[in-house]
């Protein structure tokens, strides 16, 4: 919430099914306006709609005082950007937030909106979120370049008020999505997410017939059930029975909804086949794939879910993953400490507290945002 210019008149916020963005709409609403009229949150989902404009009730409900329209899922509403384009040319005195699907290309495939919307991913929970949530302590972030350059007195002075390793592995199985603050199953909860993504966000989105869904399906089990996946794309195609086409763009819709990772060798494309693809958070292996989790596929997602966030990873042979082009980063096992490694690489290795020279905790990197 602190990173978004509010003054502007038009902010769009973006995230995954689940991920908590009307909880997110209505804080920024009760926190700025309190019980004040002058804010209003709607549900674009509401029969309403169905014969009424979102120019003509905004119209209506700056002319009786408001002066913040809080729109949720504009995206089930047909021709959302373009209504949304005249309230920001006509009502210079409203300000309009709204929420849509990570799906949603808000800039790329909407040239109405393209020069005028303020657009914002909401991301779910970091470790250091997951944190204070569970223990009412409060810890700061840090970026990156803070991490390799100060890990040592960055993790004594997180370690002197809990140990992080006790909530680790609670983390990787259901602390990134906001589901636990219910009464509810998490695992049955994420699962009904999961598929309301293909259901609607995905086949709704892209017009994905509902008939080729169980493809979608299939090719999201295949790659989270051998998830860290090589791709074979003509494989794949096989087993899905569809074109190679049709598999990259299903592999970019998923990764689009935020269920998968697809890492690249160099500059990554759509026409590119990807090196290797990844569940986008450990929560999903749970959810996917049957059997125990390993470990280490675990810790790779993790990292690659963290960090991945803010920066841009890609594919090296020399390391697990290499860091906006500069950095090679191996995620290591503690029992493999004395393993020799390529000169210039760094370790982020599991079940340490503390760090020595080119070896950071694995969970320090949980606390970049």
């Excluded at 042979?317 to 082009?325: G, I, M, P, R």
């Excluded at 020799?340 to 606390?367: C, H, Q, V, Y």
């Amino acid at each position: 919430m602190d990173q978004i210019d509010w003054s502007h008149r038009l902010i769009g916020i973006k995230g995954t099914r689940g991920i908590g963005k009307t909880d997110f709409l209505l804080d920024f609403a009760k926190k700025t306006y309190g019980t004040d009229k002058a804010c209003l949150y709607v549900n674009l989902n509401h029969l309403y709609f169905t014969q009424n404009t979102i120019i003509s009730f905004a119209d209506q409900f700056r002319k009786t005082g408001g002066k913040t329209l809080v729109l949720d899922q504009v995206y089930k509403y047909p021709s959302w950007s373009e209504e949304l384009k005249y309230c920001y040319d006509n009502f210079k005195d409203l300000q309009i937030v709204f929420s849509g699907s990570t799906v949603m290309r808000l800039r790329e495939e909407n040239p109405h909106l393209k020069e005028i919307v303020h657009s914002y991913k909401l991301e779910g929970f970091s470790f250091r979120e997951f944190l204070e949530l569970k223990t009412g302590l409060s810890f700061d972030s840090y970026s990156l370049e803070e991490i390799l350059k100060d890990h040592e007195s960055i993790a004594k002075n997180i370690v002197d008020k809990v140990r992080p390793l006790a909530y680790f592995d609670d983390y990787l199985h259901y602390g990134y999505y906001p589901f636990f603050f219910g009464n509810g199953h998490y695992a049955e909860n994420l699962m009904k997410s999961l598929n309301l993504i293909l259901e609607i966000d995905i086949s709704f989105l892209r017009q994905i017939e509902l008939k080729y869904l169980p493809r979608l399906r299939k090719l999201l089990y295949k790659v989270g059930a051998e998830s860290p996946f090589q791709p074979n794309v003509s494989k794949l195609s096989a087993h899905i029975n569809t074109s190679r086409a049709t598999v990259m763009n299903y592999l970019y819709y998923l990764r689009q909804a935020r269920l998968i990772k697809l890492l690249y060798e160099g500059e990554e494309s759509m026409q590119k086949k990807p090196s290797l693809i990844y569940l986008h958070n450990p929560n999903l292996i749970y959810s996917i794939k049957s059997g125990e989790a390993q470990k280490d596929i675990l810790h790779k997602t993790f990292f690659y879910n963290q960090v991945g966030s803010i920066h841009e990873l890609t594919y090296t042979k020399e390391a697990d993953f290499k860091v906006d082009d500069k950095h090679n980063f191996l995620i290591c096992d503690h029992s493999n400490l004395k393993k020799n490694i390529k000169a210039g690489s760094i370790r982020a290795t599991d079940m340490i507290e503390l760090g020595s020279k080119g070896n950071i905790p694995l969970w320090l990197f949980g606390f970049l945002y």
